[in-house]
């Protein structure tokens, strides 16, 4: 550990096949790419494509073109779901084919880069207006299949995580799974503390201001309510865990106005869980060894069995870490495997699990250009393909509230397996280093970066330089602890992502601002899921080779 790699990143070179989604403002799914139909999928990405086969390729995907839900789902008649998708299945095969293209013109019957590939479509209908996605995703649905997956999303009434505020009323709403519906929170004896509790779990830093809503009379059968066991209400535990479901005789629901940095309201990715640690590390400035449990959300990310970045655990199936950990000679998501719950870089029974799907961000201006010297939105989430099992070794990280602000000196702690020096081998026990945050001002200063530093970066280190991150630790957490919340936690602060050399003077480690990017997070997980969702019911379909071929 020293600082990244040298200017652009920290990292081995690397590109996954995965989901690309746009820039990390509010509706974080707009990307900067406005061109429409198929004219910038590059010759050279579709003889990849026809090259590699489907037996080595767990589930690929790829961004072709995406814009206005508006634009791309004109032709949808009724609205009865929530995705908006149209499926266009490709196939090589050398079949005679005698059916008449023009029956398919509605469905934008299309050449795929001039080499014959006919296609046939399905069209689902959509229900709102959002944002639209076009996705090539490569599977196992025979041999060299491919389908284009056009889809719309939206902001639903289930969201991923089962707490939430509403932002129209401000009431309290809590997911019971067992009958998948949503209950609004009865008032209870002790509403200051169940606020509070309930803000800290959404994310956010504090209540502003609580109160009671009067309700109409329940239906008597106990479905839209819930009531709290106010002796089993704490600070760590999770709310659901005091909830019963009721009828509010009291005819009152609790009403929130939870306070973060800049006054924005957004349901977070948090659980009540995160940021813990069952052991505690040394407080010492440099990069040390660090001891077993300490960071328990790091994790290692290897390519066929060698190193290439840091991630961080937030939840029990995802992963962040920086999106130039996946540049494009990393091609298989299927060869990516995460090692975790260890600081040993080649631990005897190491815990390891599989990707399911890279998503990157499509603003990433080196995956445009190359040339591009802007690095800008270094972000990525993996998807797992089984969920973890936490233990006091494998534990996730709190996010940070919306638009949480970074204090000018405030340290925080870098985490990773990154060589020791710039020109020095990779650490076999993880290392960690405390460096205090720079501010904004100070990093963009001719003496530093000469204004590279942009909104969605900020810089940590010593003016002298000697701690740092470095090769091999990009894509690692910058985490820093909790002081305003009542329950002692981590939040991830930063990513690794880039810097001049490693630990030198002035030239301190440059890391990817997540508080900026939390739309975009949830956005590109909750597609992801989508997706997921709508491929295995094609893969599963019985008539989708048949429909595939014809």
């Known amino acids: 550990m020293a600082t990244m790699a040298t200017i652009a990143s920290r990292t081995p070179m690397v590109t996954p096949i995965s989901i690309n989604l746009g820039p990390e403002e509010s509706d974080g799914v707009v990307a900067a790419d406005r061109r429409t139909g198929m004219e910038h999928w590059t010759d050279r ?271 029990n199936r995802w992963i962040v870490s920086a999106a130039h950990c996946f540049r494009e000679r990393y091609r298989f998501v299927n060869r990516w495997r995460v090692q975790l719950g260890s600081i040993y870089s080649k631990p005897v029974n190491a815990n390891v699990a599989e990707v399911n799907t890279i998503v990157y961000h499509s603003s990433y201006l080196p995956f445009v250009d190359a040339s591009i010297d802007d690095n800008s939105r270094d972000i990525a989430v993996l998807a797992l393909t089984q969920p973890l099992t936490f233990n006091e070794y494998i534990q996730p990280i709190c996010l940070p509230a919306y638009g949480q602000r970074l204090i000018d000196g405030q340290m925080g702690i870098v985490t990773g397996w990154g060589n020791v020096d710039y020109y020095g081998i990779q650490a076999d026990i993880l290392q960690e280093a405390h460096v205090p945050i720079i501010s904004d001002t100070v990093c963009n200063s001719p003496d530093y970066y000469d204004n590279q530093i942009t909104t969605s970066m900020f810089c940590a280190g010593y003016e002298k330089g000697g701690t740092d991150a470095c090769q091999g630790d990009s894509g690692g957490p910058f985490v820093a602890e909790d002081c305003l919340s009542k329950t002692r936690r981590y939040r991830l602060l930063g990513v690794v992502s880039w810097g001049i050399g490693c630990a030198m003077a002035k030239k301190p480690g440059v890391y990817t601002r997540v508080s900026r990017f939390l739309p975009w997070i949830s956005t590109a997980m909750r597609m992801c899921l989508k997706m997921s969702a709508l491929l295995q019911n094609y893969h599963n379909s019985p008539g989708l080779h048949k429909m595939a071929r014809t």
């Open 45 to 315: 990405r579709v003889e990849l494509l026809q090259r590699n086969s489907t037996e080595d390729l767990k589930e690929i995907i790829f961004v072709i073109n995406e814009g206005q839900c508006s634009t791309c789902c004109k032709k949808t008649q009724r609205c009865n779901m929530a995705l908006c998708f149209f499926v266009h299945f490709f196939s090589d095969f050398d079949d005679n084919d005698d059916d008449d293209d023009d029956d398919h013109d509605d469905c934008g019957l299309v050449k795929l880069m001039n080499r014959g590939i006919s296609l046939t479509c399905v069209l689902t209908p959509c229900r709102v207006i959002g944002v639209c996605v076009t996705l090539m995703t490569l599977g196992a649905i025979g041999a060299a299949v491919w389908a284009v997956v056009t889809f719309c999303t939206m902001e639903e009434d289930t969201g991923l995580y089962d707490v939430q505020v509403n932002s129209a009323d401000q009431r309290l709403r809590v997911f019971d799974s067992a009958q998948r519906r949503w209950r609004q929170v009865c008032s209870s004896s002790d509403n200051e503390l169940l606020a509070s509790i309930s803000c800290e779990e959404v994310g956010f830093i504090s209540v502003v201001n609580y109160s009671v809503t009067s309700v109409p009379e329940a239906s008597g059968d106990g479905g839209e309510f819930f009531c709290v066991r106010q002796q089993e209400l704490s600070y760590g535990k999770k709310i659901k865990d005091s909830l019963f479901p009721c009828d509010c005789e009291s005819r009152e629901v609790l009403t929130l106005l939870c306070q973060v940095y800049l006054d924005h309201k957004l349901p977070l990715l948090y659980s009540a869980d995160c940021g813990r640690r069952s052991f505690a590390a040394d407080r010492i400035v440099g990069g040390v060894d660090a001891r077993q449990g300490s960071w328990p959300w790091q994790v290692r990310l290897e390519y066929d069995g060698v190193h290439q970045c840091g991630g961080t655990i937030i939840s």
